[in-house]
């Protein structure tokens, strides 16, 4: 390294631009950290507005789940973005390589047909499913929840764009080998597009377990919330006792802080995947 | 020999008889079947169904009668419609432009930054992969009066008057703005450095050797490289501020809309109008309004910056 770049990498200014990004990226994180923090102080200490907690205590954690609510709500989200995020992940990867390595007329129209659903926004068809749930007795059921986004046309269009990119030589030389066309896109294509699939994964998954309008209206019984729903009506309930409603939020943001901890090179570049091809 | 049998053996005549092109047009539908299905019935069939409901009168109870364009007229003379619209646009004409800039800022100056560029920007992302509910919830103790809330204490220890935040018609709807701005920004910081990552690094050069300026460089280089990232951004994050709920239902909760509506949007109005009052052909309506402003100012935009 010459001199003068040493000079220009440490010149003040840089230094600066540094310690601003440093300090800016802190108070993005100052709710997550006092939420934190206020979720180990005692009922008494919440006036107590230092970050770190004089007597740390984690009966705030032990009282909210106690409950036993809580942990309900937990394992609905949990469960609800599991199987809907897997159900995604087959039937969006399905049409997707259909699109885009079956020649067929009426290719081009299924194709715009499912992203011209793109510019419905939800909010229009949550009186239409409502209306259908309350038909066929799935409103306050699992399958009510999960039903309308059991595929989406994003997914769809994400997975065709990276099928695309799948050479068709891999695909023939399954065929000449005498797979089914199942086989080939389960056992060769799929494979193939593992960046995009677990791309669609996050995505998914992250938007389910954050899942607010759709779960609120379709649910009634305590015990179907999700997570998001219950924390605001446990919320409403307890609207005093802040200490327990931050432990409450805390205990929502730990299973996504810890997996992105674990994945975050995996879970930034999904998001860079879906994002740049949605 | 059953029937069955004789059944399967003829088809298995018939598949054979097939030729490969003919055979892959039957695997392709084969796959596409319960998809087909899939968006007959719960997209396009709701979405009909939505504009049906729109021109009836039906509180789930009795039967709907048809009324035309009269939930239309309807809410062209409530006063409360007109509130939530501003609020709407409100949320949407100052979070898109703000964010986008606060984002690319950000973006522009931690892809130069080698020293601990991973770990500022995971700060950046945290707040993405966060609950809207229960971030609601901090942000909302942050705007409480003196012993609780934090905002305040910090104001008022600077010596300056507290705050109302969320009970002041004029100061809720910036105070609900601000934590969807904060959750949103990350990932659109996190597309800005992977557009900026895509410009080849030999524009740059051969402009640092040109001798332009960085301002130059910023203005003819990058921001015209960055436009698709660009429009991308604009159009997702606007769609995002104009259909904003979650955080405004959260804050509000006890008083639903803030203050005088202050904070209503469109979104939560049409949850009101369906799911508490019941009243579902008028919610259809607004569904229908909330549709076209999303499909014109995707258009719009869309149409804007391309033409630049």
Same mark, same amino acid.
Request: proline content about 5%; some cysteine.
């Given at each position: ?12 200014? $840089?230094?600066?631009? &540094? ?70 992940? %087959? ?44 038909? %066929?007795? &799935? ?45 080939? %896109? ?22 389910? &377990? ?23 009506? %446990? ?29 975050? $090179? ?13 | ?308």
């Amino acid at each position: 390294m010459t001199g003068s770049s040493l000079m220009q990498r440490f010149a003040p200014g $840089r230094v600066l631009v &540094w310690l601003l990004l440093l300090a800016g990226g802190l108070l993005m994180l100052t709710p997550l950290l006092f939420m934190f923090s206020t979720s180990l102080k005692d009922s008494a200490d919440i006036y107590d507005l230092r970050l770190i907690p004089a007597a740390p205590t984690l009966d705030n954690y032990k009282t909210v789940l106690s409950d036993g609510r809580f942990l309900r709500w937990f394992w609905n989200s949990l469960a609800i973005a599991t199987i809907v995020t897997l159900s995604n992940v %087959f039937f969006d990867s399905l049409v997707g390589y259909t699109l885009a390595k079956f020649q067929f007329r009426g290719r081009y129209l299924v194709f715009l047909a499912i992203l011209s659903t793109l510019m419905i926004p939800t909010e229009m068809l949550v009186i239409p499913w409502y209306v259908m749930a309350k038909n %066929f007795g &799935w409103l306050d059921s699992y399958w009510g929840i999960m039903f309308p986004g059991m595929m989406t046309a994003f997914g769809t269009f994400l997975m065709k764009q990276f099928f695309e990119t799948v050479p068709n030589d891999f695909l023939e030389a399954a065929r000449v080998d005498g797979l089914n066309e199942f086989a080939i %896109f389960w056992r060769i294509a799929l494979p193939l597009v593992t960046p995009a699939l677990s791309a669609l994964a996050i995505f998914t998954f992250l938007s389910n &377990w954050t899942a607010f309008i759709w779960p609120l209206i379709v649910t009634t019984s305590k015990e179907l919330y999700t997570l998001p729903v219950g924390l605001a009506s %446990f919320a409403v309930e307890s609207q005093i006792q802040w200490e327990l409603i931050m432990t409450g939020a805390a205990l929502a943001t730990i299973p996504t802080l810890a997996v992105f901890l674990l994945l975050q $090179r995996y879970i930034v570049r999904g998001v860079v995947l879906a994002g740049l091809k949605g | 020999m059953t029937a069955n049998t004789e059944v399967a053996r003829s088809s298995g005549r018939l598949w054979q008889g097939l030729t490969l092109q003919q055979k892959q047009v039957v695997w392709a539908w084969g796959f596409l079947a319960v998809p087909i299905l899939f968006y007959g019935l719960i997209r396009f069939y709701p979405t009909v169904e939505a504009f049906v409901i729109s021109t009836t009168n039906w509180n789930l109870m009795n039967s709907p009668s048809f009324v035309g364009l009269a939930n239309f007229k309807r809410l062209m003379a409530d006063p409360v419609f007109w509130q939530v619209f501003r609020n709407t646009f409100l949320y949407l004409i100052i979070g898109t432009p703000l964010s986008l800039v606060l984002a690319f800022t950000i973006a522009y100056h931690l892809d130069r930054v080698r020293f601990m560029h991973g770990f500022i920007r995971a700060l950046y992302f945290l707040p993405f992969l966060t609950t809207a509910t229960a971030m609601a919830w901090v942000w909302r103790w942050f705007y409480q009066p003196v012993p609780i809330g934090l905002i305040n204490d910090v104001i008022s220890s600077l010596g300056f008057s507290q705050q109302p935040f969320l009970r002041s018609t004029t100061q809720a709807l910036p105070a609900v703005l601000a934590p969807a701005i904060w959750a949103g920004l990350g990932f659109q910081v996190v597309i800005f450095l992977a557009g900026l990552r895509a410009i080849p690094t030999t524009y740059y050069e051969a402009a640092r050797i040109d001798g332009v300026s960085d301002f130059a460089i910023l203005r003819k280089i990058t921001l015209p490289l960055l436009k698709p990232t660009i429009i991308f951004l604009v159009v997702f994050s606007s769609i995002g501020f104009l259909r904003i709920f979650d955080q405004v239902y959260n804050m509000t909760s006890g008083d639903p809309g803030g203050p005088l509506n202050a904070t209503k949007p469109l979104v939560l109005m049409i949850y009101q109008t369906a799911f508490s009052s019941f009243d579902m052909g008028y919610a259809a309506a607004q569904t229908v309004v909330l549709f076209l402003v999303l499909l014109c100012v995707s258009l719009l935009q869309l149409r804007l910056l391309r033409d630049r």
